[in-house]
C-alpha cells in the first residue's frame, strides 16, 4: 500500500458455464419396460464428505452408494493431485447396500393407511466407521446405523464333520468306528453298545465347536431408533443439526426438535395451527438447520415465506428472527396465485448465507442479511403460466419439485417435466443456464444454436412460444410429458456432480 507500486488486479470475472457429460446410471430400464411404483424413487441425499449417496423409495427401501474413485487411497482428491496421482475424471459411485427401512402400517385409531414410502432421508455424523441416517415416511422417523462387522463361524470339532451320522457316531466307508455321545469309541458291533469296550489308550478327547471371528466382513443396517407418535400430519422434512446431537421433524402444521439418544419426546418449537382450524391460511411445506449455527433453523410456508427462526430467543419459537417473502404484483392475483407461490423446497448455502426456495414456477435466491426480496430469480416453468388451468385439473400443480445449490456456491439446480433439470449460474453477472434431460445423452434436449447469445441470469427458459399451434411444447421448442417428471436431485458437497432420480433410474453427471 505505498506510493504508486501497488496494482490493481482486473475484478474476476464470472465462472465458465460447465460443460456436464453423462456419468453412470443406476436401476436403468430397458425400453419399453413398465416402472414398478414401489421401484420409483422419493429421496436422494449426498453425505457432507460427499463419499456416500442414499436414496429412498417408495417401496421403504433405503439404498446406498459409495464413491470409488478415491476410497482405495485414503487420501483426499486436492491431495492427490498435489502428489501428481492419477486420479479418476471424475466421482465414480458403487452400490454398496440397501435395507428396508420402513414397512406399510395401518393406523386403527383414525382408519388410515400409513404407506412405506421414504419422503426424506439426512445423514448424520459418523463415528467408528459406522454410518449413521436418519429417514422418514409420512408418521415414523427411523435413526439407521450401518457398519461393516466381521462373521462370526462356529469352528469345527476335531471329529470329521462330514463322516458324522448323528447322536455322536461317526460313520466311514473304509473302517466304521462308532463313537459314544462322550467321546469314547469302541471296535465291536455297532449294535453292542452295552460292551463299555474301550480301546487300551483311554478315552480321546473332544474338541467342542465354538464361535470364532473370521477375517471376513459385511455390511449390516441396524435401526438403533424410533421417533413416532409425535405428529398428526405428514412429515414433509427432517434436518440434522450441526451440533450432531439433534434434529428437526416438520409436518404441515408443526416442527418438533429432538435428542437422537431420545424417542420417547420430543420440543414442540413451532406450531402454527390456530384455534379454530377454519382460520388456517398457510402450512409449513420445508424446514432445514443453518449448516453451521446449531441455534438456526429456516421453514417455507404455503404462501411463499420463508422464516428464520433462533432457538435462544424462546422455547416456542412462534416469532421469527427474519421474515424473507417476495410481495405480490399489484393486478397479478389469480385463481392460481397462492398454489403456484407455495415453496416446495428450501436449501441452506454450504456457508449459510444464502437460501435457495423452490416454488412452481420460478427457484430464488435469498440472502439471510437481506429480507427485503431475492438476490436473484430463475424463471423455471413460465412457459406453462397459459396452462395452468390444465395443471390443476391433472393435479401437476401440487407437484413439489426439490432445489439443489453447488458446493461453491455459485450455482443452483433443479428439476422440470420430461425428465429435464436446469442448471444456472448464480454469481454475479453469470448468465449461465443449461437445461438436461436425465438420459444417456442429456444435451439432446438443446436447441442447437450456438451462435445465439446467452439468455440473462433472470431466465433460465427460451421465450414462449405463443399460440394455439404448438400447444404440447415447452420453451425450448420440445413436447413436454407431465408423466414422467425430475422432483429429486441432489448436488455433490465438493464437486461438480449432480444424482437425479427419473422414476426408478438414478442419473449421475458431472462437470
Request: hydrophobic share 30%; proline share 7%.
Given at each position: 500500500m505505498h506510493g504508486g507500486d501497488e496494482v490493481?488486479?482486473?475484478?474476476?470475472?464470472?465462472?465458465?458455464?460447465?460443460?456436464?457429460?453423462?456419468?453412470?446410471?443406476?436401476?436403468?430400464?430397458?425400453?419399453?419396460?413398465?416402472?414398478?411404483?414401489?421401484?420409483?424413487i422419493s429421496a436422494i441425499e449426498f453425505d457432507k464428505t460427499g463419499d456416500?449417496?442414499?436414496?429412498?423409495?417408495?417401496?421403504?427401501?433405503?439404498?446406498?452408494?459409495?464413491?470409488?474413485?478415491?476410497?482405495?487411497?485414503?487420501?483426499s482428491r486436492r491431495d492427490l493431485e498435489r502428489m501428481d496421482?492419477?486420479?479418476?475424471?471424475?466421482?465414480?459411485?458403487?452400490?454398496?447396500?440397501?435395507?428396508?427401512?420402513?414397512?406399510?402400517?395401518?393406523?386403527?385409531l383414525k382408519s388410515l393407511e400409513i404407506e412405506e414410502k421414504i419422503n426424506k432421508i439426512r445423514w448424520c455424523q459418523t463415528a467408528n466407521s459406522a454410518l449413521f441416517l436418519?429417514?422418514?415416511?409420512?408418521?415414523?422417523?427411523?435413526?439407521?446405523?450401518?457398519?461393516?462387522?466381521?462373521?462370526?463361524?462356529?469352528?469345527?470339532?476335531?471329529?470329521?464333520?462330514?463322516?458324522?451320522?448323528?447322536?455322536?457316531?461317526?460313520?466311514?466307508?473304509?473302517?466304521?468306528?462308532?463313537?459314544?455321545?462322550?467321546?469314547?469309541s469302541f471296535d465291536g458291533s455297532y449294535n453292542n453298545l452295552s460292551n463299555d469296550f474301550f480301546p487300551p489308550g483311554g478315552l480321546p478327547s473332544l474338541r467342542l465347536p465354538v464361535v470364532v471371528?473370521?477375517?471376513?466382513?459385511?455390511?449390516?443396517?441396524?435401526?438403533?431408533?424410533?421417533?413416532?407418535?409425535?405428529?398428526?400430519?405428514?412429515?414433509?422434512?427432517?434436518?440434522?443439526?450441526?451440533?450432531?446431537?439433534?434434529?428437526?421433524?416438520?409436518?404441515?402444521?408443526?416442527?418438533?426438535?429432538?435428542?437422537?439418544?431420545?424417542?420417547?419426546?420430543?420440543?414442540?418449537i413451532v406450531d402454527v395451527k390456530p384455534t379454530n382450524m377454519e382460520d388456517l391460511t398457510e402450512v409449513i411445506t420445508s424446514a432445514e438447520f443453518h449448516p453451521t449455527h446449531c441455534n438456526m433453523l429456516a421453514y417455507s410456508s404455503s404462501k411463499g415465506s420463508i422464516r428464520?427462526?433462533?432457538?435462544?430467543?424462546?422455547?416456542?419459537?412462534?416469532?421469527?428472527?427474519?421474515?424473507?417473502?417476495?410481495?405480490?404484483?399489484?393486478?397479478?392475483?389469480?385463481?392460481?396465485?397462492?398454489?403456484?407461490?407455495?415453496?416446495s423446497d428450501i436449501k441452506f448455502s454450504k456457508d449459510g448465507r444464502h437460501i435457495l426456495s423452490r416454488d412452481y414456477m420460478t427457484l430464488k435466491l435469498w440472502d439471510i442479511n437481506m429480507d427485503s426480496g431475492p438476490v436473484a430469480t430463475f424463471q423455471v416453468h413460465e412457459y406453462l403460466r397459459p396452462k395452468l388451468c390444465d395443471l390443476y385439473e391433472n393435479d401437476s400443480i401440487f407437484d413439489k419439485f426439490e432445489c439443489c445449490l453447488s458446493g461453491d456456491g455459485l450455482r443452483v439446480a433443479t428439476g422440470s417435466y420430461s425428465n429435464l433439470f436446469r442448471v444456472c449460474g448464480c454469481a454475479?453477472?453469470?448468465?449461465?443456464?443449461?437445461?438436461?434431460?436425465?438420459?444417456?445423452?442429456?444435451?439432446?434436449?438443446?436447441?442447437?444454436?450456438?451462435?445465439?447469445?446467452?439468455?440473462?441470469?433472470?431466465?433460465?427458459?427460451?421465450?414462449?412460444?405463443?399460440?394455439?399451434?404448438?400447444?404440447?411444447?415447452?420453451?425450448?421448442?420440445?413436447?413436454f410429458d407431465f408423466t414422467t417428471k425430475l422432483l429429486h436431485l441432489a448436488w455433490h458437497p465438493t464437486e461438480n456432480l449432480i444424482a437425479c432420480a427419473a422414476a426408478n433410474s438414478l442419473y449421475m453427471y458431472y462437470a
Open positions: 490493481v488486479a482486473a475484478p474476476a470475472g464470472p465462472p465458465q458455464p460447465l460443460d456436464w457429460k453423462f456419468s453412470q446410471v443406476f436401476g436403468e430400464r430397458i425400453a419399453g419396460e413398465e416402472v414398478q411404483e414401489v421401484d420409483i456416500h449417496l442414499a436414496t429412498g423409495d417408495r417401496g421403504g427401501r433405503v439404498v446406498l452408494f459409495e464413491r470409488t474413485d478415491t476410497k482405495d487411497h485414503g487420501v496421482y492419477p486420479i479418476s475424471r471424475h466421482p465414480e459411485f458403487r452400490y454398496k447396500t440397501e435395507f428396508q427401512s420402513h414397512e406399510p402400517e395401518f393406523d386403527y436418519l429417514s422418514t415416511n409420512d408418521k415414523t422417523i427411523k435413526f439407521w446405523k450401518v457398519q461393516e462387522k466381521k462373521i462370526k463361524k462356529i469352528s469345527d470339532m476335531n471329529l470329521d464333520p462330514s463322516k458324522a451320522v448323528g447322536n455322536g457316531s461317526v460313520a466311514s466307508s473304509s473302517s466304521p468306528k462308532p463313537c459314544l455321545v462322550n467321546g469314547s471371528t473370521s477375517q471376513e466382513t459385511n455390511l449390516v443396517a441396524r435401526c438403533r431408533r424410533v421417533y413416532g407418535h409425535a405428529h398428526d400430519y405428514h412429515i414433509n422434512s427432517i434436518s440434522s443439526n450441526s451440533d450432531g446431537e439433534t434434529f428437526i421433524s416438520a409436518d404441515d402444521l408443526r416442527i418438533n426438535l429432538w435428542n437422537l439418544e431420545i424417542s420417547s419426546q420430543s420440543f414442540n428464520l427462526i433462533d432457538l435462544r430467543q424462546s422455547a416456542l419459537c412462534d416469532s421469527h428472527a427474519k421474515l424473507f417473502e417476495e410481495p405480490e404484483a399489484p393486478g397479478s392475483r389469480s385463481f392460481f396465485t397462492e398454489i403456484i407461490a407455495s415453496i454475479p453477472g453469470s448468465t449461465e443456464s443449461t437445461t438436461l434431460e436425465a438420459s444417456k445423452n442429456p444435451m439432446r434436449r438443446q436447441v442447437q444454436t450456438p451462435t445465439r447469445p446467452s439468455r440473462p441470469l433472470s431466465s433460465i427458459t427460451r421465450v414462449v412460444r405463443r399460440g394455439s399451434e404448438t400447444p404440447g411444447v415447452d420453451a425450448n421448442g420440445n413436447s
